[in-house]
């Protein structure tokens, strides 16, 4: 009869510590492990060496947070403009209904890009990211994450890409 109860006892133990260390880290790291969850997702530098982080989803972050998010873009781009108006207008590409309208059609080299949080709980969040590389690629997700002892995994993606 002992045996059956230890075995238990010693189940529930390993069972607490996981849960322990499970909350433990989300505390302590998941916060600061949030920005890693862009890197698959922003456009790659060969195809856009600049890009526009447009909107307002860099000022909804925590300043930790827009700090390393900032530091990621840096390291991969040669600029980052944070309003389209920013950007040279030998980059953008206007079209015209040969009238008096006229609209933006393109940014060249620049990739337009956005991500903010949707919805997030205790261990998980859902964000939605949108990227435009072009007049070819237009993509979106909208991605969930839960908190895995010491990183973000991705549970769930909603993915669209247009070409």
């Keep these: 009869m ?3 109860r230890s075995f238990i006892v010693g189940v529930l133990g390993v069972v607490s510590v996981m849960l322990l260390v499970q909350i433990i880290t989300y505390l302590v790291a ?3 492990g949030v920005p890693r969850t862009l890197d698959g997702l922003v456009p790659p530098a060969s195809r856009c060496p ?5 909107g ?3 000022e909804a972050l925590t300043p930790a947070q827009r700090e390393a998010v900032e530091a990621r873009l ?3 781009f040669a600029k980052i403009y944070l309003d389209e108006l920013d950007i040279p207008a030998s980059s953008r590409v206007y079209g015209s209904n040969g009238g008096d309208v006229v609209w933006l059609v393109d940014l060249k ?3 337009d890009f ?4 949707d919805t997030a709980g205790p261990f998980w969040f859902r964000a939605v990211y949108s990227t ?3 007049l070819q690629f237009h993509g979106s997700a909208r991605i969930t994450y839960v908190w895995l002892v010491f990183i973000w995994v991705e549970l769930h993606a909603d993915i669209g890409w247009h070409a």
């Excluded at 600049?50 to 447009?54: K, Y």
């Excluded at 956005?114 to 949080?117: G, I």
Aim: hydrophobic fraction near 45%.
């Design 132 to 134: 435009n590389m072009g």
């Design 114 to 117: 956005q991500w903010f949080v």
């Design 30 to 32: 998941a916060d600061a």
């Design 74 to 76: 840096r390291s991969r």
């Design 56 to 58: 307002n989803w860099l």
């Design 50 to 54: 600049e890009l526009l982080a447009s």
């Design 109 to 111: 080299g620049v990739c």
């Design 2 to 4: 002992s045996r059956p």
